[in-house]
């Protein structure tokens, strides 16, 4: 013999309480907008030549964003992981710094969102 489920009482949410109230905009949160520039920005010059994570960091600040290192390597792995970049390992000094390339994959991407962007940015910019 199974015991019956019971049923509970469903109670009517009023209408008020239902309300979305937007969060005040705060100085970091566009930051989500800055994602995908600069995920271009990597490819865009990954696919010049090969580039490393400090040399990045500071091409990136040079451009007016702020991002460190442990926000740029999880990107460049993810980039990497993705297929989009490819690193390799190379001696300088003492130490060994790893280069990141752009793939034939990353390339394609780059010259779909080039042309993406650019009109997008024509449309923005034309205000």
Same mark, same amino acid.
């Given at each position: 013999m199974t015991a019956s489920p019971r049923k509970k009482a469903i109670k009517a949410i009023p209408a008020k309480s239902l309300q979305v109230r937007a969060a005040p905009a705060s100085a970091g949160s566009d930051q989500?907008? +800055?994602?995908? !520039?600069?995920? #271009?920005?990597?490819l865009h010059h990954a696919a010049q030549e090969p580039v490393f994570g400090l040399w990045l960091i500071e091409e990136l600040q040079r451009h007016g964003y702020r991002i460190g290192p442990g926000t740029? +390597?999880?990107? !460049?792995?993810? #980039?990497e992981e993705r297929g989009f970049l490819r690193s390799t390992t190379r001696p300088e000094g003492r130490a060994v710094r790893r280069m990141y390339s752009a793939t034939a994959q990353g390339r394609r991407t780059l010259k779909r969102a080039k042309s993406k962007v650019r009109e997008l940015?024509?449309?923005?910019?034309?205000?």
């Open positions: 989500e907008f +800055y994602g995908g !520039l600069i995920r #271009l920005h990597i740029l +390597y999880p990107i !460049l792995h993810a #980039l940015f024509g449309e923005i910019l034309a205000d």
